[in-house]
């Protein structure tokens, strides 16, 4: 019966001085929050607005905070890591919590055979990250999932299936 006006906000990453768990009112800009906890550190990369894994990058630091705000991640810039072929281990297979097979969604994808990415469940995908993390080849697999969506749906017509 009550109006959310606030919400708990994690501050986080390595690009940030002071870790924490802040109350904050809905509206405060990223860059407020981020000077409480003590500043950025010099070279931050990306500011996501919830975690690494399934956080959505803001492009600018003064952005204001939401309802669906639970975190702000502050990422330093890392060297990529080299990508190698997929030996389908299965890894990613293993992890996925909608028992998908990421690295046959994978090769469908390489291959442009969208249509069979979406018989093999790619609009079932939740893109939690989970595969990716688990690949040892370094295989940005959810990066991948997410363009071969935009590309599916644009094919076909911006219809959502």
Do not use: W
Not at 82 to 96: D, L, M, S
């Amino acid at each position: 019966g009550h109006p959310l006006v606030e919400r708990g906000v994690t501050l986080t990453g390595e690009g940030i001085k002071k870790p924490l768990n802040v109350i904050s009112r809905i509206g405060v800009m990223a860059s407020e929050l981020i000077e409480y906890a003590g500043g950025a550190q010099e070279i931050v990369e990306r500011i996501v607005f919830g975690g690494p894994m399934m956080g959505i990058t803001v492009p600018k630091i003064d952005v204001p905070t939401v309802k669906g705000t639970s975190g702000i991640t502050l990422l330093m810039k890392s060297d990529p890591l080299e990508e190698f072929p997929c030996i389908r281990c299965g890894k990613c297979a293993t992890v996925c919590p909608m028992n998908l097979q990421p690295f046959l969604l994978n090769l469908y994808g390489t291959n442009r055979l969208y249509d069979k990415q979406v018989e093999n469940g790619l609009l079932d995908c939740i893109e939690c990250g989970s595969c990716s993390y688990a690949c040892p080849a370094n295989i940005e697999l959810v990066k991948n999932f997410k363009l071969n969506k935009k590309v599916y749906r644009s094919l076909k017509g911006g219809a959502k299936k």
